[in-house]
Each structure stands twice: as C-alpha cells, then as structure tokens.
C-alpha cells in the first residue's frame, strides 16, 4: 500500500516541477533554519548539566543592594572563606569549591614554546568531585594535595608535549613560577564551564603567588565563585534561609562593615542562561537569543508550511477525481488521509535532504551568527540527526494533515460528475497567507528597527573620541614598568599623535567605590565608578573639561592626590564649585583639581554615573595610542617594534577602540543579525508561495482573462485585476504586523538609557517594501498571462 | 439483492427542494442485467450512485442483500460497497499516475489481499483482457477503448456481486462500445448482476429489463 502511495508522490514530483520546487525548497529552508537552531539549543540548554552532581550544585550569588554596577547589583563573586564556612555551619551542605581564574597567562614549556591560556585555581579535590573530573594520569584525590602542581586537560597536555608523557614535566607560569604535572583530565565538553581551562593548579600554589594573602582571603574580599553541593533532596531555599546568618556572624563581625548584603543559592542548571550577576569563570549564555531563535525557526517553519499547505490545497481540485476514483474501488477515509499524509512526508524527507546540505554549507555562518564553534561532525551526531529526523517528520505532518483533511472529504459523487470545489477553501487559504505575510513584515520592521537603534548607538556623540585609537592591553606588571620608556619611543614616531596609560577604556569603566564629602550637613557618600589614567588621557581621547586643569607634569602633588570628577560626581556630591574640594576615597584625601564633561562609560544601555580619575602607575593596563589616519600598517608596524623592545615576551596583541566599542554591543549586533536573517528568510519562503498561489490562480483563471481580453481589457487592466487580490492580502498582513512589531520593539527599547524614538516611517518603509517585493512575484505570473492570445485560452477549455 | 422503498433525492436551497429522484420503488435480483434510460436531468446517475453506495438518498429505504443501507455509519458503507460493488464511468477514472497493472492492483491493495495473492489475480486479468503487454503503460498512452477496458477490468477484479456503469460507451466509437457492451453482456452471463445507465436504444438491448426515468420518476 505504502509502496503505491510512494509510488504516486514520486511520479507527482517529477511531473510538476514547480510545484515541487517551490514547496522543497520553502520546507528544506525551514528544516535547515530549524535543524541548526535546534544545535544551537540543546548545546545551551545543555550547558553545564552533563555532570552527574549538575541537579544538587549550586552557586552563591550575592545581593548588595544600591550598589548598581554594569546594570545589576548582584554578583557572582564572594568571599574566599565562604565555601568552607557553610560546609562547616550547615550539615546539608555535602561539599564547596572556591575558584578563580586567571586569564591570558603567559605559559612557558621547556623556557622555550611559548602559550597563552586562563588557569583556574580551585579547591582541590573538591572540583573534581563535584564536577565529576575523569582523570586519566594521576587521581583526584592527592595530584594537587603538593604545592606548585598543576594538572592539565587531555588537549593542552597534548599541545604542550605531544605524545609525551606529560606527568613529571614542568611548566613555567608568568616567567617565574615552575609547576609540575601530576595529573591529566578529560577535556570537559564545550558547553561546559571549564572547557577554556585546561591548566588547574590548587588554592594553595595559588596562595604562594601572593604576597598579601591575608587579605586576599579575608571576609572583605569579593573575588572568589562559591559553588555548594548539597545533599540529596534538600530544598535549596532552606539553606538559604539561613544564610542572612552567616552574614551576620561571619562577614560583618570581620569586617566590621554595616553594609547591607544578601546571600542567593542559583541552581548550576540556571547560572549559565538565567545569569543575572557580574562576574563568571566564562562568558554567559543568553536565555533571550534562545528564545528568540527558538521563535524564528517556529516563524519559518509555519511559514514553509503554509506553502505547502496553501500549494495542495489550491491544487487540491486537481487531485479531486483522483480521490473520487479511490473511494469508489473502496479506500475508506482513513486510507486516504494516510497516503495524502505520506505524500507531505515524502515532500519533507526529499526537503530534508537538501535542508542537510545547507545547514552542511551555513554551519560556518551560522557560527559566526550564534558565536559558538560547532564542527561539521556534530551533524552527524546521532543526536542531532534524530532530532533533525523528528523535526522533518514533523514539518511534513504538520504541513499534510490539512491538505489531507480537505482533500479525503471530497464527496466522490460529486467530484466524479466534474463540478469540482475549485472555490473552497480559499477564505482559509487567504487567511494564511496574511498570516505569513503579518509575520514577514513584522519581521522586517522589526530589523529595521533594530537597526536604526545600533545606528544610532554608533553616531551618537559619547563625550570622547574613538577613531584611529590603538589599543594595546599591557598584560603585567613588568610591562607596566617599562612603560615610560615606551612612551617615549612612541611619541618618536610622526604619526603618533598622543599616547596614554590608563587601568580602562572610556568605552567601558567596571570598577566603582565610594566617595566621602564632608558637607554642612553632615557627610555625604556617592557610588562612584572609578579609573586611573595618566597626563595624556584627557587629551587622547579627547575629553573636554568644563572647569579646573587636566593633570599637569609641573605639579609633583598631582600623581599622588590630585582627582578629576565628572559632571554627574559634582552634581551627586552636591557641589557647584568642586575645584579645590577635599575627596574622601577609600580613607585618603584628594583635591579635585578638575571638572570632566560627562561622557557615557558604559553601553548606552546604562545612564551616565559618576566617576573619578586618579593617577596611580601600578594600576595601569591599557596603552592607548592616537594615531593619523594615514599610512596606518606602516605605524602599526612601529608600534610592534617598540613593543618587542619591551615586552618581547608577551604576544602582541592590539585592537581598534571603535572596534573595542563596537564589541560591546555584541549581543544586540546577534541579536540584530538573527532578526534580518530570519525576515530575509521569512520574506523568502512567503513569496515562493504567493508566486505558486499566482502561478495557479493564473492558470485557473486563462479563461477568465482570454474573456477579458475579447471583451477588450488591456493588459494592464487583468494585470491589475489579479494582481491586485494579492496585495490586498498583503494589506491586511500589515495591519497585523504593525502593532506586534510596535510591541516587540517597544519592549526592547526599554533596555536601554539612550533610544530611537519608533518612528511611522519604518513601517512605511517595511509594508512597502513587502508590498513591492509580492508585487514583482506576483508580476511575473499575472503579466505572462495577461500578454498571453485570448483565443488560445478560450478554445482551450 | 437490491430493494428501493420510496426513495426520494433532492437538494434544499432556501426552503425551495429541488428534486432529482422521487418515490423510487425498485427491486432488482441477482443475475440481472438493467439498463437504466432517460433523457439528461432525469436522475439516472443519482440512482446508480445512491444504489452504489456513494450518495445517500434523502429519503427512503435502501436493503442490500435485506441489510438496512439507510441506516448505515459511513464505515460500514465503505466496508460493503468496496466487497460487493464495482464502478465503470463513461470517462473511465482511471489514475493518471498509475500504470495499467498498478490502477488494477489499487482496488485490491485497499482490500488488504496478500502480495502473492494480488499478484496472482492481476496477472489472471490481465491475460484474460489480453492486456499483459499494455500492463507499463499509463492510461494516456492508451485508446478510449483501452482504457475502458482496463476499467471494467479495475471494477471486477475484486469479484462484485453488482456492476454499475454510467454510460460505459458513451465516449468510444461504434466498434469499441460494442466490444464493451459483449464483455458486459459475458460478466453478466457468468453471474454478476448489471445495472446500466444508457441512451442508447442498442446498448439497452444487452440488458433484460429497462428501467425508464423522467424528471426523477420511474415511467411505467
């Protein structure tokens, strides 16, 4: 039976080829949009769940409420004695870590091969337990119990020594300390938190790099992400309960600060896309491009299937005797249902093939899309191809039920006699085709939208210059200490025009603390974000001051206690004349010896806060050099080679600040480039099947036209007449898709300080566009017909 | 085997009936041979396909074999219209995308008869129409008279007890509807019972008994 269905598809798509074109090519467009989101998906929904102990781990986040910084007040960082503490107080708590990291460390294999890699120090062995490590040289439990040891991942170990056995080899960290290798682990899996770590060393060899490690352990310092297992089938939100005590007995007793904080248990499960605190071992997921993807591919998925829906029904009439005939030698309803079924299922597994193809031939771009490196191996994994295999089965389900439906309920006495439903049906039909349309323009509107607001971002005056700015970040303190001496060479060169140190960029201050000023009303204490630069700060990047001096090498005081405040500092301290004033930072004095014209520090989705500069070498990361735009490799090369004068042994690593700034709108740049794909797409898949609707609406309707024409309408008369019942489809589409993309977009304005206003013009712009872009589709249908000879049509029938 | 009580066909549209069949009392026995005649409009079509199980009546009775048709589910309907009936049109219906053996074998497949069995019976007919060469080809590389020969053979080869044909000559030429009437005449002969809607005074002849309708009576 399944053999003659298959039989009847098959011959079906080899005979009408448009037919067949157009409804594979929508549905293997849709497969393959969907079969690479799906990747996309599970990789992050299954981030950092592939451990055993995944359901019963948690990470203390803590609250300080007020204290907003880069958009949030809580963090994710906590104190180096926590762990310890709640293992201690709480008899749920089964088991901690304690970890950091450091990044870009400059890693030495036989003082020769040079790396730079992230280390991440942690409580040993608890890591491994928790996070179930396999190892495979060495064992958990004492390969880091010695100092300066180090255990390496299954790949770093076979970058650093090949087939070497690794253990018992050395590496040499930041040109001074000397670790051995006790130990190699199974490389985590991508979507794992540790996968960028293949060097952990111990707390302890961590603790020996420091010099002050009272007070880098002590209760007063924030740096460390806390994770607490607990025993099976406690309830998280029972220990934390009891966590305001810890603060109590613990962290404010020791520091003696009144500083109000909070303590949160976040499930591992929900700390990768549900994050909402500063600070993680690895950039995070982003539960919104999920979900927005999730919804594109829903988006043209429908869209593809509504084609095929609207190209079989419309050609459902054709087929209307074929069904007549077999029920009348006896199919019954449920047979016929099933053979209209498989013939979609046949349509979607043909599709599926050539979606196959292109997600093999998108997979670069689509990488570059979601910033995640999948291999072309991974579509072949047999997860993925059941998935992919689900997915196309259910793209051809979904598009043949209705079809199905329609085309099994034909009355064989009627159908038999010739009066077939050529008029039925269309009011659904219409009806779907806004449906696409509505999601098409929304679509484009929406892009356009979210394009004006980047351009926006991108035009908009920051308060400082960008352009022609190379930054170089100077990675570690010896490079800090030469730094004079390459400032120096660099001014040499003419096409440098200024050079400055600073511990940030303009495009983005993260540090912040609190300045005191004692008024007549008692003192006042502002949150305050913080930098340090030097003499040429001001000047290279072009920042105003609006009252006071710049830093002045003529004053000795200036590098020790001299402070410059933004506008919005002075306005928060409550001062109109603040050159002059006496600071309080941190327990030290500073006199303001200038007043900054604000500039916006951060992303424009925050407002612009207070800061202050200070100068302080030690604390200097960043060398930002102001160059002519002319002949700008030959000034890079000059950079380079002032660089290798200092610091040979640091790569050299340099960037543009617009491009820097540019980065920080990464995720609204995805998010933009996700949305004008999808709307390219959905606009697409929309008109291949208005051009298949045309093509046959035409052809229903020669005779009509050949009418027409003997009647003496001319050309442009049944050109209008049948083009214009499409558009007017494509009318009512906009009238859906204004208000949603209003909505959307509206919505996500919201999240930033500085926005467009929506103006009426880019729904204009967008309904127009796809008014346009249906009307050339349906064009070529409508214009062919209506130059064809009348009589031809007419004698035809 | 077939017995009309008082059927009635007709279409309500805005309180006007329109009527195509009215107060059909007919009974009809195994091993007949009718020829139904009337001019165009007069509801002979209807009454073949109300007696073939594929329109209802709008009101009456309809005993198949002494079974209750009119109160018959769907199901049921299809269950013994398919074991019991076979159809011929004057356009003949074949599927176009099937070849001759594979329109053969349809009725067969839906009857869920065995591949070796199915086999065996399409491989009989087509050596009894004298078609096995013919069996590859699709019905449009095929004559009227071919394609109506593959229908009849379509419409038998599920052993029916009954065969309604609508005007089965009604597109060939003298010559070929001749042929169709004697294969008619020898099913006939062999036992099946033949219901024919005709025009044509000749082709009624074949039959045993006419039937005559006008404006949806039975003329007596």
């Not at chain 1, 035009?459 to 960008?466: C, E, F, L, S, T």
Request: glycine share 6%; hydrophobic share 40%.
């Amino acid at each position: 039976m399944i053999k003659n269905y298959f039989k009847i598809v098959i011959r079906n798509i080899t005979r009408h080829k448009t037919f067949t074109f157009l409804n594979i090519s929508g549905l293997a467009i849709g497969i393959a949009v969907a079969s690479l989101i799906m990747l996309y998906v599970k990789f992050e929904w299954e981030y950092d769940k592939s451990y055993p102990n995944t359901d019963s781990i948690y990470r203390v986040i803590q609250r300080q409420p007020g204290n907003i910084f880069m958009g949030t007040d809580y963090f994710g960082v906590t104190q180096e004695p926590l762990g310890r503490t709640l293992q201690l107080e709480f008899p749920e708590v089964n088991n901690y870590v304690t970890m950091s990291s450091w990044k870009d460390v400059v890693i030495n294999i036989d003082r020769k091969k040079n790396y730079e890699e992230d280390i991440l120090y942690a409580t040993a062995p608890n890591l491994f337990n928790m996070f179930s490590f396999e190892f495979i040289q060495g064992n958990p439990e004492n390969a880091l119990s010695q100092q300066n040891t180090v255990i390496l991942s299954e790949n770093d170990a076979k970058k650093f020594f090949g087939n070497d056995n690794p253990v018992g080899k050395t590496i040499t960290v930041r040109e001074n300390e000397t670790w051995t290798v006790t130990g190699v682990f199974k490389s985590m899996p991508a979507n794992s938190q540790f996968a960028n770590y293949g060097i952990i060393t111990s707390f302890e060899t961590y603790a020996s790099t420091l010099n002050n490690r009272e007070q880098t352990f002590a209760w007063g310092n924030n740096s460390w992400c806390t994770y607490v297992q607990l025993k099976n089938g406690i309830n998280p939100e029972f220990t934390q309960t009891k966590l305001p005590y810890i603060i109590k007995k613990y962290v404010n007793s020791a520091t003696g600060s009144k500083k109000v904080r909070e303590y949160y248990l976040q499930s591992l499960k929900d700390t990768h896309l549900y994050n909402k605190a500063n600070f993680a071992l690895n950039e995070n997921g982003d539960i919104k491009i999920v979900l927005v993807l999730i919804a594109m591919a829903f988006i043209i998925i429908t869209i593809a299937s509504i084609n095929y829906m609207n190209l079989s029904t419309a050609r459902a009439s054709l087929r209307a005797r074929e069904v007549g005939v077999r029920k009348v030698i006896g199919a019954n309803k449920i047979q016929l249902i099933t053979q209209f079924v498989s013939d979609s299922i046949v349509y979607s597994i043909v599709a599926g093939i050539f979606a196959l193809i292109l997600d093999l031939l998108f997979l670069p771009s689509f990488n570059q899309l979601v910033g995640i490196k999948f291999s072309s191996t991974a579509l072949f994994q047999p997860s993925f191809l059941i998935g992919f295999l689900v997915i196309t089965l259910l793209v051809g389900l979904l598009s043949g039920a209705y079809p199905a439906f329609v085309l099994s309920n034909y009355q064989p006495a009627q159908v038999i006699k010739g009066d077939n439903a050529k008029g039925k049906h269309s009011a659904l039909r219409r009806i779907l085709v806004v449906t696409q349309f509505a999601a098409s323009i929304a679509l484009i509107a929406c892009t356009f939208i979210i394009l004006s607001q980047m351009n926006y971002i991108r035009n908009k005056d920051m308060g400082y210059n960008r352009e022609n700015i190379i930054v170089l970040p100077l990675k570690d303190a010896s490079v800090v200490k030469q730094l004079e001496l390459m400032k120096n060479d660099l001014n040499r060169h003419s096409s440098i025009v200024e050079v400055t140190a600073s511990s940030h960029l303009p495009i983005n201050i993260n540090s912040s603390t609190h300045v005191k000023i004692s008024g007549e009303t008692g003192e006042i204490d502002v949150q305050s974000y913080q930098m340090y630069g030097d003499y040429n700060f001001l000047p290279t990047f072009g920042i105003s001051i609006v009252d006071g001096r710049n830093f002045s090498k003529s004053v000795a005081t200036d590098s020790a206690n001299a402070v410059l405040i933004n506008q919005s500092l002075a306005r928060s301290l409550g001062l109109k004349d603040a050159v002059g004033k006496t600071l309080n930072i941190n327990g030290d004095k500073y006199n303001v010896i200038g007043i900054i014209k604000d500039f916006n520090m951060h992303s424009l989705h925050q407002k612009i806060l207070p800061l202050f500069i200070r100068m302080h070498e030690p604390w200097l990361q960043y060398l930002s050099i102001k160059t002519k735009s002319q002949d700008l490799p030959a000034t890079i090369d000059y950079i380079k080679s002032v660089w290798n004068r200092y610091a040979e042994q640091r790569a050299f690593d340099y960037s543009f600040l617009d491009s820097d700034f540019n980065s920080l709108y990464k995720r609204e740049e995805r998010f933009a480039e996700i949305v004008s794909y999808s709307s390219g797409l959905a606009i697409f898949i929309a008109c291949l099947g208005l051009l298949g609707l045309a093509s046959f609406i035409v052809e229903q309707k020669r005779k009509e036209i050949g009418i027409r024409k003997v009647l003496g309408a001319s050309v442009s008369d049944v050109v209008g007449t049948l083009s214009k019942q499409f558009l007017k489809l494509v009318f009512y589409a906009n009238i859906i898709a204004v208000p949603a993309a209003y909505y959307f977009m509206t919505n996500w304005l919201q999240d930033f300080a500085y926005r467009i206003n929506i103006s009426w013009w880019i729904f204009v712009l967008s309904g127009g566009m796809a008014l346009l872009i249906a009307l050339i589709t349906v064009s070529s249908q409508t214009i062919k017909a209506a130059l064809s000879n009348p009589v031809k049509s007419i004698r035809y029938e | 085997m077939i017995k009309l009580n008082n059927i009635s066909k007709y279409y309500e549209n805005k309180f006007i009936k329109t009527f195509v069949l009215r107060n059909i009392n007919l009974e009809i026995n195994e091993g007949e041979f009718i020829s139904v005649m009337g001019p165009s409009g007069a509801g002979k079509s209807t009454l073949l396909y109300i007696i073939g199980m594929l329109d209802t009546a709008s009101e009456g009775e309809y005993y198949f074999y002494d079974e209750p048709v009119h109160k018959m589910k769907e199901k049921k309907l299809t269950e013994l219209h398919k074991s019991h009936i076979g159809f011929v049109f004057q356009q003949y219906h074949l599927i176009d995308e099937l070849t001759v053996l594979e329109n053969l074998e349809t009725p067969l497949l839906y009857q869920k008869i065995k591949t070796s069995e199915r086999k065996g019976m399409v491989a009989d007919l087509l050596d009894r129409f004298n078609m096995v060469a013919k069996k590859d080809l699709f019905p449009n590389q095929l004559s009227g008279g071919q394609q109506q020969l593959v229908a009849i053979a379509r419409a038998i080869i599920t052993k029916p007890k009954l065969i309604l044909a609508d005007e089965p000559t009604g597109n060939l030429h003298s010559g070929q509807g001749k042929e169709i009437m004697e294969l008619l005449k020898k099913l006939n002969d062999e036992g099946t019972t033949i219901i024919q809607v005709t025009h044509s005074e000749e082709n009624a002849k074949y039959g045993n008994k006419i039937i005559k309708l006008n404006d949806g009576w039975i003329e007596k």
